[in-house]
C-alpha cells in the first residue's frame, strides 16, 4: 500500500463545473497538507497549505483535511481553462521535518 | 524574488553514460532537495540538504547516484552510470529555515532526462 493514495485518475470537465480532487493517507504523523499544481514542463507550485485538520479558502479553491479519516480533498469552483493542470497533493510530518511525500497526480482538463 | 534555477531542461543519454545536473537554490534558503519524477507519478525525494549537509538521503540509489552541495549554496546531482529506469524530471527545490508560517518548498522547473 502506498503511503499517499491520490484520485481520481485523469479527469476532463467543462468549463464552470466544480472538480473534486482527493488524498488519503496512511501515515498519522502528517500535520502539514499541501496542494500543489503542475502545469506541463513545469515544476509543482504551491497552490493551498493545510496545518492539521479543517478548511482553508482562497478564491475558487478549498482545502479539507480530516486528519480522523486520513483524507484531504481540494474543491476547484468555477473551473477555468487556465486551471488545466495536474494536482499534487503532498504532506510532511511535524516541525523539523520537511520531506514532503506526495500523491501521484491528477491530469486536470477543463474543456471550454 | 528569483526562482530556483536548474540546468540543463533536457538531457539524452545512452545506457551507461554519465550525467550531471545543476541546481541554484533561491538566495538564502538553507535548505535544498532533489527530488525524481518519473512519468505519470508524483516526485519522491531523493536527498536533503541542510547548507552543505545531508540531512536525508535515504531514498538515493548511491551505487550510482550522487550529489554535492558546495558551500552551501548551488548542488550538483550525478548519475553513473545511467539505466533506462533513471528516465524521469529531475526537480531542484529550496525552502528557508527555520520553517514558519504558510510553508511550501519553492521547486525549478526541472531537468528532463531521457535514458535511450
Known amino acids: 500500500q502506498k503511503e499517499v493514495e491520490q484520485d481520481p485518475g485523469p479527469l476532463s470537465v467543462p468549463e464552470g463545473a466544480i472538480v473534486s480532487l482527493n488524498c488519503t493517507y496512511s501515515?498519522?504523523?502528517?500535520?502539514?497538507f499541501m496542494w500543489y499544481r503542475q502545469y506541463s514542463r513545469k515544476g509543482p507550485e504551491l497552490l493551498m497549505y493545510?496545518?492539521?485538520?479543517g478548511n482553508k479558502e482562497d478564491g475558487r479553491f478549498t482545502a479539507q483535511v480530516d486528519k480522523s479519516s486520513k483524507y484531504i480533498s481540494l474543491f476547484i469552483r468555477d473551473s477555468q481553462p487556465s486551471d488545466s493542470a495536474t494536482y499534487l497533493c503532498?504532506?510532511?510530518?511535524?516541525?523539523?521535518?520537511?520531506?514532503?511525500?506526495f500523491g501521484t497526480g491528477t491530469r486536470l482538463t477543463i474543456i471550454p | 524574488e528569483a526562482g530556483v534555477a536548474q540546468s540543463p531542461r533536457y538531457k539524452i543519454i545512452e545506457k551507461r553514460q554519465s550525467v550531471a545536473f545543476w541546481c541554484n537554490p533561491i538566495?538564502?534558503?538553507?535548505?535544498l532537495y532533489w527530488y525524481q519524477q518519473i512519468l505519470g507519478q508524483g516526485p519522491k525525494l531523493l536527498i536533503q540538504?541542510?547548507?552543505?549537509?545531508?540531512?536525508?538521503d535515504s531514498q538515493l540509489p548511491k551505487d550510482r547516484f550522487s550529489a554535492e552541495r558546495l558551500k552551501g549554496v548551488d548542488s550538483t546531482l550525478k548519475i553513473q552510470p545511467a539505466k533506462l529506469e533513471d528516465s524521469a524530471v529531475y526537480l531542484c527545490?529550496?525552502?528557508?529555515?527555520?520553517?514558519?508560517?504558510?510553508?511550501?518548498?519553492?521547486f525549478g522547473s526541472g531537468t528532463r532526462l531521457t535514458v535511450v
Open positions: 493545510t496545518y492539521s485538520s
Open positions: 501515515n498519522s504523523a502528517f500535520q502539514y
Open positions: 527545490a529550496s525552502s528557508p529555515r527555520p520553517v514558519q508560517g504558510n510553508y511550501g518548498y519553492t
Open positions: 538566495s538564502g534558503h538553507a535548505t
Open positions: 503532498a504532506m510532511r510530518a511535524g516541525f523539523g521535518n520537511e520531506k514532503l511525500t
Open positions: 540538504f541542510q547548507n552543505n549537509g545531508v540531512v536525508d
